[in-house]
């Protein structure tokens, strides 16, 4: 191996650690809130791909049809509970016709938008619109009436959900991969080394999308009511902060970097309906390397584990996937000598 | 948010579905009518292959019990120790390709591969559970996610396994001559190892060893304190979960006749895990409810969803998914204990057989002479960031003495009795109890030398009786391990340990409520429980936080009367109460507390007659 190659390797493992840093992130935030080992997220990112490319053949992508499913669900679920609980029904109402109007708007408006063939910026924002609320339904369907069950309950019950998921991509959009095109032709050229437009916007993309969650954690309120429920929900929620409305705030978060990541990553490889969950899995074991907890810790493990895979796909093509999530078990080793006391949570 | 032991009846986690809550009503023999109806199954079980079935029915019996011992050790693994594992599947692939390997490529004996594998499932999980058990219990399911994902890349890469295509020509098995490559004849060996696997596990959870097992799932402080090392039952639960795996893996290599990368991947460990929620996670019998459920349902949906959608794909793990997020929210207890409840409602469960009626008593521990120091603190000092929650405290307690620990609330005496215990390590200062320097010593170390406790918040297992409760505090005191325990080579000691535990319950005046589920009672028999358990560890020094509280005026006489009666028997007592009455009829000597500094001590007449005391309780005047 000779300095080129090292540097194409580098640049490779930064790209690809960008984008499992925004992973990492999602996942650590979802954990701190709500308690969840959030193992569907990378569902998300095929979503997102994979929606795009149906948008950009001119189809209405099947994740509409779902979107507005999970919102109808949603609704008659919230109506259920409200006569259960014999809340006056006008107030209640009220309340679930507004939680439900944005995703049955936005995805009203995608069956009507999506065989327009809209330009390749439409067609992203349009994605991320009908893949983002999707996270929060489904923490409603799925997670709030167990919100307060234990992490191992709630790890279980995202196993099932990723399941579910992963068969209606199946569904949705059939066994063949996607690609889809570059959102940048433009690359920079240093000696030998080639830095593709793409490369740029994800390394761009993932920068100031860090910079975002960081000004909304440290100035916005509802960043700070975040916080405070990953600190301590019972405190919290007699704060008045509802933990169910931090919950569904963390998970839309999630779809959303989820599905960015998607439409990211998707014209550099071939996406298919399974492909997220390894693409998740790494964002979680950069995660672990951070303990669940630090959000710069996971950036940095992030950008290892891009590092590691482009390294070993180098030396040893066929063991990339084995190198890169056994590296996980000396970094679980060392957090364990490192801190070895923990009681149940 | 901390999903604390004490369980309180009240308590928010008690309404919480729990995946792992210990088998309610374990040991209890069921009435004649289920034996009956368990022995017409037995019986139909065994003379099934011989019966005009067809053999699909007998190929799906064969994997419901593969599947079963998988998912036994689940059982164990999830829904009593409350951990959990996604790479059981890869447990069961070191199996088959261990003697797949050996038998077709080398010619071994099918029996040497069984060993094989055994072995090296046994090396890897001991390496992953030392690993991950040590950290909090969400890093083990992690890591296995990880392990199974390289484990099945690593195999489908491997020139030597066959890649993709695996390994073909697996011979079958031969049992004495006894060729065993006809479904049927598997069946047998098959469903022997899967009853006998669950034949293991009830008598180990009936157990010693199981005892302390149980307490894994929430009561771990309670069971270090009383001298269990909860980390080696962790990986000790863990090996056994392994090692049925591999055990399915060895009879699955044997019965495809062939191996390949793909039934051993993430996907089935996580499907083993579906089998487990659905049959009932801490049942020993829904292991075998939910492989079953699981084989059926699934062959039904292969068939079905592609045709309704129309093309082919595994579109199954729809419902599966679906199904598991519903059974957790609304039947997280599974289909077994329903089953059970049903069961019960017709014909209820009698209650335990007392067979340990003259089992020759515990040998019990030499007691110091009265009036020798026994526990010397000095200088113990407790800070959490800023707080010095105890700061700088010394007293010495002499054997044979009540000594009393008071102070308004937060003057750090839960935090003394923890440090004194081992709960808690002490930032600094000095221990000495029986002559032994303790000082940072675990919990389960101290209570060796003799020394046992009860906690402010009772600590116990809710699901676990009154009777077993109580016996775990007789840990210590019995040797028999967990392989004793399966084997049911433990019972005279188990006897001479429900002995005791009886008569601690008798001696505090709980003999009505052996049966009862711990969970059940009421706060104060609680308290009164929680020292018979630290009473049956035959303790020198006893440590009672608040014994007295949550208990009516008439109990509270009985308890100080017991207590007087102990120290009568040449026992010592430190104790934290809040009622003055109960404390100074029943003290030798007193310590007082205030904001985690020792303000004085004396008998008892000297405290109540001290200025100091009274400002600190009333205030002063200005």
């Known amino acids: 191996m000779d300095g080129t190659i090292a540097g194409i390797l580098m640049l490779d493992g930064l790209t690809n650690g960008a984008i499992y840093a925004l992973l990492a992130l999602a996942l650590v935030l979802v954990f701190a809130v709500t308690r969840v080992i959030f193992i569907p997220q990378g569902e998300f990112v095929a979503f997102g791909a994979l929606t795009l490319a149906g948008l950009q053949l001119g189809h209405t992508p099947m994740t509409v049809y779902f979107l507005l499913a999970l919102a109808v669900l949603a609704a008659v679920l919230d109506l259920v509970a409200a006569v259960r609980a014999r809340s006056p029904m006008a107030r209640a109402g009220r309340a679930i016709a507004l939680r439900a109007m944005p995703p049955l708007v936005i995805g009203l408006a ?57 068969g209606l991509g199946l ?44 000004l909304f954690f440290e100035k916005s309120l509802h960043g700070k009511a975040l916080r405070a429920t990953a600190v301590n929900r019972l405190g919290a929620r007699l704060m008045g902060i509802s933990s169910a409305s931090a919950g569904r705030l963390s998970f839309t978060l999630a779809a959303f970097i989820g599905a960015l990541s998607g439409l990211l990553i998707s014209p550099t490889t071939t996406i298919f ?11 979680f074991v950069a995660a672990v390397f951070a303990g669940l907890s630090s959000y710069p810790g996971a950036a940095v493990g992030a950008l290892m584990v891009g590092l590691i895979e482009s390294f070993s796909s180098f030396w040893a093509s066929a063991f990339k996937e084995v190198i890169v999530f056994t590296s996980i078990l000396p970094v679980l080793l060392w957090r364990s000598w490192r801190d070895p006391h923990h009681e149940e949570h | 948010m901390k999903t604390s032991v004490s369980s309180s009846p009240d308590s928010d986690q008690s309404r919480q579905p729990q995946v792992s809550s210990p088998p309610a009503a374990l040991a209890t023999p069921r009435p004649i009518a289920a034996r009956v109806l368990g022995a017409a199954a037995l019986l139909l079980m065994a003379v099934l292959p011989l019966l005009p079935v067809p053999e699909f029915w007998i190929t799906q019996a064969n994997y419901i019990g593969m599947f079963a011992l998988v998912v036994l050790g689940l059982v164990l693994l999830t829904g009593v120790a409350g951990l959990t594992s996604f790479g059981q599947a890869a447990f069961v692939g070191l199996g088959a390709y261990a003697t797949a390997l050996l038998s077709s490529r080398y010619g071994l004996s099918p029996w040497l591969g069984l060993g094989a594998g055994l072995l090296i499932t046994l090396l890897v999980a001991l390496v992953l559970g030392w690993i991950t058990l040590r950290m909090s219990g969400h890093y083990l399911p992690l890591a296995t996610i990880a392990w199974a994902l390289s484990l099945n890349y690593t195999i489908a890469n491997l020139d030597v396994l066959g890649k993709y295509d695996g390994i073909l020509g697996v011979p079958a098995l031969q049992f004495f001559g006894i ?172 209650s335990r057989t007392r067979d340990w009626q003259g089992a020759a008593p515990l040998p019990g521990r030499p007691h110091p002479a009265r009036g020798e120091p026994l526990l010397r603190v000095d200088q113990l000092r407790k800070q959490f960031g800023g707080l010095v929650a105890v700061n700088d405290v010394s007293f010495t307690l002499h054997a044979g003495d009540i000594m009393g620990l008071i102070g308004p609330n937060g003057a750090g005496k839960s935090t003394t009795f923890n440090l004194i215990s081992g709960v808690l390590p002490a930032t600094a200062g000095r221990i000495e109890f029986a002559g032994t320097a303790v000082t940072g010593w675990p919990s389960r170390r101290i209570a060796r030398l003799g020394l046992s406790r009860t906690f402010q918040h009772v600590k116990m297992i809710p699901d676990m009786t009154v009777l077993e409760n109580v016996a775990l505090g007789g840990y210590l005191r019995g040797r028999s391990g967990t392989l004793k325990a399966m084997l049911r080579l433990d019972r005279q000691e188990e006897r001479q340990l429900l002995a005791e535990a009886e008569r601690q319950l008798r001696r505090i005046g709980m003999q009505d409520h052996l049966d009862e589920l711990a969970g059940n009672l009421a706060l104060g028999p609680q308290r009164l429980m929680e020292i018979a358990r630290a009473l049956c560890s035959d303790p020198t020094l006893l440590l009672l936080d608040e014994p007295a509280a949550g208990l009516r005026l008439k109990e509270k006489q009985a308890l100080a009367t017991v207590l007087r009666q102990l120290r009568q028997e040449g026992l010592s007592i430190l104790l934290v109460e809040h009622d003055m009455d109960f404390v100074m009829g029943l003290t030798d000597r007193i310590v007082v507390m205030e904001f985690g500094t020792r303000l004085i001590e004396g008998t008892p007449a000297e405290v109540q007659a001290s200025p100091a005391v009274r400002a600190a309780y009333l205030g002063t005047e200005h």
């Open chain 1, 110 to 166: 995608a069956l009507w938008m999506a065989p327009m063939k809209l330009p390749l910026l439409g067609q992203v924002l349009l994605t991320l619109a009908v893949v983002t609320p999707m996270g929060g339904l489904l923490y409603r369907l799925a997670y709030q009436s167990l919100a307060d069950a234990s992490v191992l309950v709630l790890l279980i019950v995202s196993v099932g959900v990723h399941f579910a998921l992963t």
């Open chain 1, 171 to 214: 569904v949705f959009f059939g066994a063949e991969g996607s690609r889809n095109p570059s959102f940048w032709d433009a690359s920079l050229s240093a000696g030998p080394l080639i830095l593709s437009g793409q490369a740029m916007i994800i390394i761009g993309a993932s920068g100031a999308l860090i910079l975002a969650l960081w």
């Open chain 1, 273 to 283: 309906y399974d492909s997220g969950f390894l693409i998740g899995l790494k964002g």
């Open chain 2, 179 to 350: 060729s065993l490559a006809d479904g049927r004849a598997m069946y047998y060996l098959i469903w022997l190892c899967a009853l006998l696997g669950a034949l293991a596990v009830r008598h180990l959870l009936d157990s010693r060893p199981g005892r302390a097992i149980r307490a894994l799932g929430g009561a771990t402080v309670m069971a270090e304190a009383m001298g269990v090392s909860t980390f080696r039952y962790k990986v000790v639960v863990f090996l056994i979960a392994a090692l049925l795996a591999s055990v399915s893996g060895w009879l699955f290599a044997h019965v495809q006749r062939t191996v390949n990368p793909s039934p051993f991947g993430l996907r089935m460990g996580i499907e083993y895990l579906f089998m487990a929620v659905v049959g009932g996670v801490s049942s020993v019998w829904g292991a075998f409810v939910g492989a079953g459920v699981f084989k059926v349902i699934e062959d039904q949906l292969k068939e079905l969803l592609p045709r309704l959608l129309g093309s082919n794909g595994n579109f199954e793990i729809i419902v599966l998914g679906v199904v598991l997020v519903l059974m957790l929210k609304y039947a997280p207890k599974g289909l077994w204990p329903a089953a059970q409840l049903l069961m019960a409602r017709r014909w209820p469960v009698s």
